[in-house]
């Protein structure tokens, strides 16, 4: 086989070729060991409080007892989070994994459409909020199977009288948080304390059993949730463990995790693999607020950090960044979207690291490709399939292609999905018969087993890092009594790598720009609002009638 995998010639020292995905029985088992090992070392940070694994441990067990004992859930049950990174996040997902239940990531940023079709689709039977979007909830929450809403204020963890500030500020200075009533709803806090009443039993976990749902447009703008089973998490777990090898201490690393934990990248690369190395991860809840961002990181001396390409750019703009103390920092993973060379050859030069460059998907929870972290520059590459791990290209047909041949990139290993949640139909068109996940994307590999992505096949638009499919947009535009037609495509953007842009065929024509923008802001998350909006007389079209997205894509650097 050997011979099929040329990247194994390019491992770096002490890398295996393959990891036991079988070795641990399920995430809360990898947990349980670094929680006996690390006990008192220091596990998530966040605006100046700490948890150590200790007390990780308890606040996770009272939490998995409350949704056991006091809701009466059972194994299986999905409970969905809605929160940005504050350390009730990690609580809650160890406690509904210890639970044997299924995590469902929320992006809180969500409109009231976007969660109502989650919460649908997913049949979750509890929610953990943030007060800040408790209204969305509250408008959602009848055409849903939640029984249990469970709310939390961002200051609910920091302890007295810091955490009554920091809501106080949120609710009252900020105007962050939008009246909302929720009947039979309970504080988080009031929850632990109702889970201390009662003893977790003892839950058996396999190996098949759904860990994380996770939502992700695929190929179409249906959100489906791509079903992560604990086998799938360990095996990527292990994958990236083995990968940082000698690379990363255990018990000493300090990783700082900005990104969103619900987001799948965040989410295994930081939260549990550093949860597995010992590590302490110090949560950004804001990293919008690039200044307030900066400031933090002059007080912590970080050894890791993962990010996107937009984030790193930021951080590189921001006065006083080049004056944080760099003298731990050893790892520095770019993924989500591609790493543009003019960034990671000014990040190195500031940081003194290299921005070693990753390629995942969430069906591949997520981690597929990693360049080695003694890279000693950029070099264009999405790196090399871990360990474990088949990767090829594949042409129309199916037949895989030679080396520096263009074609779709297809991955095959322990960490790829078990399926799409209750939709067989799209399982079948990812995932082939033989194993291989179809990624969409259109990569070549060089004779080193190198990868490198070339284009993707798919009309997915990247923004920032997170997948905007323009069905999507499309729908919520088309919507509009005004418009007639929309096609909806990503055009280059030096701050978010791509932004939307749509192009409308007016019904009415006193339809304005402006009108379209507040339309989309009513039902999409921010980052898939239009930056453009454009009115034609009519849109580019196959013989058939289909609008030709690509057209207008090409049209679009040159105008």
Same mark, same amino acid.
């Given at each position: 086989?050997?011979?099929?995998?040329?990247w194994?010639?390019?491992?770096?020292?002490?890398?295996?070729?393959?990891?036991d995905?079988d070795e641990?029985?399920?995430?809360?088992?990898?947990?349980?060991?670094?929680?006996?090992?690390?006990r008192?070392?220091p596990?998530?940070?966040?605006?100046?409080? %700490?948890l150590?694994?200790a007390?990780?441990?308890?606040?996770s067990?009272?939490?998995?007892?409350?949704?056991?004992g006091?809701?009466?859930?059972?194994?299986?049950?999905?409970?969905?989070?809605?929160?940005?990174n504050?350390l009730?996040?990690p609580?809650?997902?160890?406690g509904i994994?210890?639970a044997g239940?299924?995590?469902?990531?929320?992006?809180p940023?969500?409109?009231?459409?976007?969660?109502?079709?989650?919460l649908v689709?997913?049949g979750?039977a509890?929610i953990?909020v943030?007060d800040n979007f408790g209204?969305?909830?509250?408008d959602?929450?009848?055409? %849903?199977?939640?029984?249990?809403?469970?709310?939390t204020g961002?200051?609910?963890?920091?302890?007295?009288?810091? =955490?009554?500030?920091?809501?106080?500020?949120?609710?009252?200075?900020?105007?962050?948080?939008p009246?909302?009533?929720i009947?039979g709803a309970?504080?988080?806090?009031d929850a632990?304390a109702?889970?201390?009443r009662?003893?977790?039993?003892?839950?058996?976990?396999a190996?098949?059993?759904?860990a994380?749902?996770?939502?992700? =447009?695929?190929?179409?703008?249906v959100?489906?949730g791509?079903?992560?089973?604990?086998?799938?998490m360990v095996?990527?777990?292990?994958?990236?463990?083995?990968?940082?090898?000698?690379?990363?201490k255990?018990?000493?690393?300090l990783?700082?995790?900005?990104?969103?934990l619900?987001?799948?990248?965040?989410?295994?690369?930081?939260?549990?693999?550093?949860m597995e190395?010992g590590?302490?991860n110090?949560l950004?809840?804001?990293?919008r607020d690039?200044p307030?961002f900066?400031k933090?990181?002059?007080?912590?001396?970080?050894?890791a950090?993962?990010?996107?390409n937009?984030?790193?750019?930021?951080?590189?703009?921001?006065?006083?960044?080049?004056?944080?103390?760099?003298s731990?920092?050893h790892?520095s993973?770019g993924?989500?979207?591609?790493?543009?060379?003019?960034v990671?050859d000014r990040w190195k030069?500031v940081?003194g690291?290299?921005?070693?460059?990753?390629?995942g998907?969430t069906e591949?929870?997520?981690?597929?490709?990693?360049n080695p972290?003694?890279?000693?520059d950029?070099?264009g590459?999405?790196?090399l399939?871990?360990?474990? %791990?088949?990767?090829?290209i594949?042409d129309?047909?199916?037949?895989?292609l030679?080396?520096?041949e263009?074609?779709?990139?297809c991955?095959?290993?322990p960490?790829?999905?078990k399926?799409y949640w209750?939709?067989p139909?799209?399982t079948?068109?990812?995932?082939?018969?033989?194993g291989?996940?179809h990624?969409?994307?259109m990569a070549?590999m060089?004779?080193?087993?190198y990868?490198?992505?070339?284009?993707?096949?798919?009309?997915m638009?990247l923004?920032?890092?997170?997948n905007v499919?323009?069905n999507?947009?499309?729908?919520v535009?088309?919507?509009?009594?005004?418009?007639l037609?929309?096609?909806?495509?990503?055009?280059?953007?030096e701050r978010?790598g791509?932004?939307?842009k749509?192009?409308i065929?007016r019904?009415?024509?006193?339809?304005?720009?402006?009108?379209?923008k507040?339309?989309?802001?009513?039902?999409?998350?921010?980052y898939?609002?239009?930056r453009?909006?454009?009115?034609?007389n009519?849109?580019p079209?196959?013989?058939?009638?289909?609008i030709?997205?690509?057209?207008?894509r090409?049209?679009a650097?040159?105008a």
């Amino acid at each position: 086989m050997t011979d099929q995998r040329p990247w194994l010639a390019n491992y770096p020292a002490g890398i295996p070729a393959e990891i036991d995905p079988d070795e641990y029985r399920s995430v809360p088992a990898i947990l349980d060991e670094a929680i006996a090992k690390y006990r008192d070392k220091p596990a998530f940070s966040n605006m100046g409080k %700490t948890l150590t694994y200790a007390e990780l441990d308890v606040s996770s067990r009272e939490f998995a007892a409350y949704l056991l004992g006091e809701l009466k859930l059972k194994k299986g049950d999905r409970v969905a989070v809605m929160m940005p990174n504050c350390l009730q996040y990690p609580i809650a997902i160890f406690g509904i994994l210890r639970a044997g239940l299924t995590v469902v990531n929320t992006n809180p940023m969500y409109t009231a459409r976007e969660l109502r079709h989650q919460l649908v689709d997913s049949g979750a039977a509890a929610i953990l909020v943030m007060d800040n979007f408790g209204k969305t909830v509250q408008d959602v929450i009848a055409d %849903t199977r939640i029984k249990q809403v469970v709310t939390t204020g961002l200051g609910d963890l920091l302890g007295f009288p810091k =955490g009554a500030i920091v809501n106080l500020v949120v609710k009252h200075v900020k105007k962050m948080v939008p009246d909302y009533t929720i009947h039979g709803a309970i504080r988080f806090r009031d929850a632990l304390a109702r889970g201390r009443r009662h003893t977790l039993p003892e839950v058996s976990i396999a190996h098949d059993d759904i860990a994380f749902l996770q939502y992700t =447009g695929g190929t179409t703008g249906v959100a489906k949730g791509a079903m992560l089973t604990h086998r799938n998490m360990v095996a990527n777990m292990q994958q990236a463990a083995a990968w940082l090898g000698t690379n990363a201490k255990r018990g000493e690393e300090l990783i700082v995790t900005a990104l969103p934990l619900y987001h799948i990248f965040a989410l295994t690369a930081n939260c549990l693999v550093f949860m597995e190395f010992g590590g302490h991860n110090h949560l950004i809840t804001n990293p919008r607020d690039m200044p307030g961002f900066v400031k933090e990181l002059k007080g912590i001396r970080m050894t890791a950090i993962t990010g996107v390409n937009t984030l790193f750019n930021g951080l590189l703009n921001t006065p006083g960044f080049d004056q944080v103390d760099f003298s731990r920092l050893h790892l520095s993973l770019g993924g989500g979207m591609a790493v543009q060379r003019a960034v990671a050859d000014r990040w190195k030069a500031v940081t003194g690291t290299t921005l070693v460059e990753a390629y995942g998907l969430t069906e591949t929870s997520p981690a597929a490709c990693i360049n080695p972290m003694t890279l000693a520059d950029y070099n264009g590459s999405i790196g090399l399939p871990v360990p474990s %791990t088949e990767a090829c290209i594949k042409d129309e047909s199916g037949a895989e292609l030679p080396v520096d041949e263009v074609g779709e990139l297809c991955i095959r290993g322990p960490q790829v999905m078990k399926g799409y949640w209750q939709r067989p139909e799209d399982t079948a068109q990812a995932v082939d018969a033989d194993g291989w996940l179809h990624t969409g994307d259109m990569a070549r590999m060089d004779a080193g087993g190198y990868f490198y992505i070339v284009d993707r096949k798919k009309d997915m638009i990247l923004v920032s890092g997170f997948n905007v499919y323009p069905n999507e947009i499309e729908d919520v535009i088309a919507m509009m009594p005004g418009v007639l037609e929309v096609a909806a495509i990503g055009v280059p953007d030096e701050r978010s790598g791509e932004a939307v842009k749509v192009v409308i065929v007016r019904k009415d024509p006193a339809l304005t720009a402006d009108q379209v923008k507040a339309h989309a802001r009513e039902h999409l998350t921010g980052y898939k609002h239009p930056r453009i909006v454009e009115f034609r007389n009519e849109l580019p079209k196959t013989n058939v009638g289909k609008i030709l997205r690509r057209e207008l894509r090409d049209e679009a650097p040159a105008a």
